[in-house]
């Protein structure tokens, strides 16, 4: 099937009359290939594209001579456009907006929208559609090796709605409302995340020993004990996730990689503390957290599994090891790391250093209430941003495609506005 027959099948469910983008956009033009440095001209790479816009916070700098640079300087208005790595990050578009003299590397390349007739916020969203999406994965998958966008086949064969100035504008303001609440909703998820942080930075510092009533430094083999228990036969097995903390294998993964026989599988009870043994993420020493499944599972047998003190010191001891950073300050001095990047630390030895905890059981429960609370809040913020994703996603589906439209006496006020 030609590229052109492929195009027509992914647009045929849009109600716009369609043309190639190119004759929306002026000129497409590549980045700089200099290499990085501490000091010169900041530079846009492709991991500063995040959720349609570009970040240009804690840049690298480019050394540029002064023609080099004014070719590369962005603009308002202008958008970025991954052209080439693996098939989910190619085609991935970022706005740009302020962007105080940054040029762009080139790995990106410059889509300069013409003004005249597209707003570049419109095609920024439309680039960012299902449709577009698909168009440009068709044109990028033609290379020979990886994933790579060819300028002259996109700017032919990526087609973009032809539709007024003013309801382009009318449509962004009201997608724009969307993303207004999604940006105030995670930022008040990192404010927050910070917040807590902070807390703990207080709590667990040994600095503070007898700062807090019913706090002391002690061995964690005091407050958690390893039961050993093993698989009856009848459990579920399940694995650690860096953020949903104890999973099912199945649910989480999409199958089992447990072994045949799951005998020697630890068991795990309700409240129990899992530690994995093995690198996942932003913890490269193994991954601790509290089991909150309410029956018993079996995890693997190299996992280390301990049953604390009381409840609310698992849900304490979850908390701190949480942190990347305080995970590693327990774990690196007693973590020995073999040639393959493999883990080698027994449970008599994870339970041989001290932490800065509450022995008493009600300040374990202030505690614990504060931090389960906290997480509760984080929580429902988190998928009041999924759910603001989703309206936005089905809207931009709906208003994109012209299946449903802005209101005649809306688009009205922009074309006012605009004489």
């Not at 002690?218 to 039961?227: A, F, G």
């Amino acid at each position: 099937m030609s590229l052109v027959s492929l195009t027509r099948e992914i647009i045929s469910s849009v109600v716009w009359k369609m043309e190639p983008i190119g004759k929306t956009i002026i000129s497409i033009q590549y980045g700089t290939s200099q290499s990085t440095s501490d000091t010169g001209v900041p530079v846009v790479g492709m991991k500063n594209i995040q959720n349609g816009k570009v970040d240009f916070k804690n840049l690298p700098c480019v050394s540029l001579d002064e023609g080099e640079k004014n070719k590369l300087l962005l603009h308002d208005g202008d958008i970025l456009l991954n052209r080439t790595n693996s098939l989910d990050i190619v085609g991935k578009v970022g706005l740009v907006e302020k962007p105080n003299g940054a040029v762009f590397a080139s790995y990106l390349v410059r889509l300069e929208v013409d003004k005249t007739k597209s707003d570049p916020k419109f095609v920024a969203m439309w680039l960012s559609s299902f449709w577009a999406v698909q168009m440009i994965k068709k044109i990028a998958t033609r290379a020979v090796s990886q994933a790579n966008i060819n300028p002259t086949e996109f700017k032919k064969f990526c087609l973009i709605p032809i539709l007024p100035l003013p309801e382009q504008k009318a449509i962004v303001d009201v997608l724009g409302t969307w993303d207004e609440a999604i940006g105030k909703t995670e930022r008040l998820i990192q404010s927050k995340e910070k917040m807590l942080d902070a807390y703990a930075r207080d709590l667990f510092d040994r600095k503070n020993n007898g700062k807090y009533k019913g706090w002391k430094v002690v061995k964690l083999k005091t407050v958690l004990h390893e039961h050993g228990d093993k698989s009856t036969g009848d459990e579920e097995v399940y694995s650690v996730s860096v953020h949903k903390g104890l999973v099912n294998q199945v649910e989480h993964l999409g199958r089992s990689f447990s072994a045949a026989n799951t005998d020697n599988y630890n068991l795990v009870h309700y409240g129990d503390i899992v530690n994995t043994k093995s690198p996942t993420g932003d913890f490269p020493l193994g991954v601790v957290r509290q089991s909150y499944a309410e029956d018993d599972v079996i995890v693997s047998p190299l996992y280390g599994v301990f049953t604390p003190k009381t409840f609310n010191l698992g849900i304490i001891l979850d908390f701190y090891f949480s942190s990347p950073a305080r995970a590693r300050n327990y774990l690196f001095p007693i973590v020995q790391k073999g040639a393959k990047n493999t883990i080698a630390i027994t449970n008599k030895t994870f339970l041989s250093k001290t932490l800065h905890l509450p022995v008493n059981e009600r300040a374990q429960k202030d505690v614990a209430e504060f931090v389960y609370a906290a997480r509760e809040e984080i929580d429902r913020l988190k998928q009041l941003t999924d759910k603001y994703k989703t309206q936005k996603r089905g809207l931009m589906q709906k208003m994109m495609t012209g299946e449903w439209r802005v209101k005649p006496d809306i688009v009205n006020q922009y074309m006012e506005a605009q004489s």
